[in-house]
């Protein structure tokens, strides 16, 4: 008669941590906040004050010939602008759904891992009940 091996006992609180890393449904939902967490930044940007800035230069250099003397000049130009819309509607819905997708995905988020531990709950409880089974049919 074969015998198998006796198998290590195992804490629940070590299943999880080992779930919290390994488990599908957890992973897809904490990309998906980190994704959905990145729009509410470009949202908030749009709202901002856009700074821009151009540097241009040109050289002139004329010669008139028949004795006159050569002209020759540099120019160069510097332009800083701030701008800031006072009434840009679809900028501020477009950051109240970013706000709005962000709480989505951590509600998404907070479901999963509440989803990991009924799972993980039940299949330990599960195999606990298999164990004392098979250890009253041996009895």
């Not at 009434?87 to 709005?100: E, F, P, T, W």
Request: aromatic share 8%.
């Amino acid at each position: 008669m074969l015998h198998a091996p006796p198998a290590q006992a195992v804490d629940l609180s070590q299943l999880y941590d080992e779930a919290l890393s390994n488990d599908a449904p957890l992973q897809s939902a904490r990309a998906a906040l980190a994704a959905n967490s990145e729009e509410l930044p470009l949202a908030r940007a749009k709202l901002l004050p856009q700074v821009s800035a151009s540097l241009n230069g040109s050289r002139q250099s004329t010669d008139f010939g028949g004795g006159f003397p050569a002209s020759y000049g540099n120019t160069y130009g510097y332009v800083v602008s701030l701008t800031q819309p006072l009434i840009h509607v679809d900028s501020r819905y477009g950051y109240a759904q970013g706000k709005l997708a962000v709480a989505s995905a951590q509600a998404s988020f907070a479901q999963a891992r509440q989803d990991l531990i009924v799972r993980l709950g039940e299949a330990y409880f599960d195999a606990l009940a298999a164990q004392d089974s098979v250890a009253i049919a041996r009895s």
